[in-house]
């Protein structure tokens, strides 16, 4: 299912405190509308969703992860821990997110996302950013779908760019590949986003670091913009 973002449409914050990866976002997003982009703390955004790289098990130990947690309080990690077991049998696939309340009023909802399966993992030669990115998009169009209009507003740091190691460059156009997906489409689930990411930038690791692509949704089920 498609959320109808002409009734409902997405504020996309993408902030971290890298001045590379500001400065790469704006190249990258320079003809993408709907998106704001600005040098600061995730904590300083006024949105309904805050999205937080993360590690398969949920481990919120370092990184954003760690900076969020002392923000939202320890219980935090038990709520997202408690969903990736819950959905996913405790080990949560790079590719994947959950969606959980924050216990806040702003943000509402915390998204976790997996840019690598353990905690300070080397992912530069990985398309886990492009995963995770479009990963927490699919998650806002899941929460939308269950009780609509939940989540308008959504804020993205620069995912792996950090521990991950991913230069800024690439950072942000695989989440620039992740977001343009997003516009397009809805996955059924999380495998499919996981193979038609997968089929469709397979060769991109040795293309240039400049290369932006966008990912042609599948045909079955997708209704388009």
Not at 96 to 111: E, H, M, N
């Amino acid at each position: 299912m498609t959320v109808d973002r002409a009734q409902s449409p997405l504020r996309v914050v993408l902030t971290d405190i890298n001045s590379a990866v500001v400065e790469a976002w704006r190249a990258a997003f320079a003809d993408t509308p709907g998106v704001e982009i600005r040098r600061g703390s995730i904590l300083d955004e006024d949105v309904d969703a805050w999205v937080s790289p993360t590690n398969s098990r949920g481990r919120m130990d370092g990184g954003v992860d760690a900076v969020i947690k002392r923000y939202l309080g320890a219980g935090i990690q038990l709520k997202v821990q408690r969903a990736i077991r819950d959905r996913f049998g405790g080990e949560l696939p790079v590719g994947s997110a959950v969606c959980v309340p924050s216990g806040a009023v702003r943000p509402r909802f915390l998204i976790s996302t997996p840019t690598m399966r353990t905690s300070s993992q080397n992912v530069s030669e990985t398309l886990n950013v492009a995963l995770a990115c479009a990963a927490a998009f699919q998650a806002i169009h899941q929460q939308n779908k269950r009780e609509p209009g939940t989540i308008r507003s959504v804020a993205l740091v620069g995912m792996g760019a950090r521990t991950g190691r991913v230069p800024a460059r690439v950072c942000a156009n695989l989440m620039w590949t992740g977001h343009t997906l997003f516009q397009d489409h809805s996955f059924e689930d999380y495998d499919d986003l996981r193979g038609t990411i997968l089929a469709q930038l397979d060769d991109l690791e040795s293309a240039p670091a400049e290369k932006r692509v966008r990912i042609t949704p599948p045909r079955r089920g997708a209704t388009r913009r």
